[in-house]
């Protein structure tokens, strides 16, 4: 249980699409397709429990297998912040948030790559992977401001904008992947805009 719990974060990205397709198939198709992944996380531990010896022929942790953990982490962190930032703030202040994990992981990267003394190459892929990082985020956290200028809601608002205007209420969660991607994809469409302020 406590593997499955600490897996979250690499299945994440595989395994809701995956649930999705299943859903779409039959049951003698789908419910093998997902009972495959507890098979495939499982079956490491059967081999290593069987043979033991397999365990201590793996390569050892080094320092840069411990610098990729730690890097996770800061996604992890990333994460964190995301979601609790959500609570009091939104739209593109939300994504601001992150600015700051990011900036925090690329002086992290930069500073283990300097400790570790890996040479003008290493220094190079972490200062590019620390620019990318840094740049990405930044960039996103600028593109999010929105065109459509929303008012909070109030049941005095509607009722008064009813009597002039044609009245849009958008329902969103700052947690929703769904509504985060309709938020970017239609509400900073400039058509969109131009047509809801016609």
């Known amino acids: 249980i406590l593997t499955a719990i600490l897996s979250t ?15 779409t198939q039959p049951t003698y198709v789908g419910l093998p397709a997902v009972m495959m992944v507890g098979v495939g996380m499982a079956s490491p531990y059967i081999v290593l429990s069987a043979f033991p010896e397999l365990a201590r022929k793996f390569p050892r942790v080094g320092p840069w297998a411990e610098l990729f953990k730690h890097m996770m982490g800061f996604m992890l962190l990333g994460a964190a912040v995301f979601f609790a930032a959500g609570r009091f703030l939104h ?8 600015v700051p994990v990011a900036v ?3 002086l992290y990267l930069m500073g283990r790559t300097i400790q570790y003394d890996a040479g003008p190459r290493g220094l190079t892929i972490s200062a590019a992977l620390s620019l ?11 593109t999010f401001v929105s065109p459509v200028k929303w008012e909070a809601y109030s049941d005095e608002l509607i009722e008064r904008s009813r009597k002039t205007n044609i009245v849009l209420v958008k329902f969103t969660a700052n947690w929703c992947l769904n509504c985060q991607y309709i938020e970017r994809t239609v ?11 016609r």
């Open 9 to 23: 974060p690499c299945t994440g990205p595989l395994f809701p699409p995956l649930m999705l397709w299943a859903q």
């Open 91 to 98: 739209g593109a202040a939300l994504y601001w948030s992150l």
């Open 104 to 106: 925090g992981a690329a």
């Open 132 to 142: 990318l990082l840094v740049g990405v985020t930044t960039w996103w956290a600028v």
């Open 187 to 197: 509400f900073h469409d400039k058509q969109t805009a131009a047509a809801l302020a």
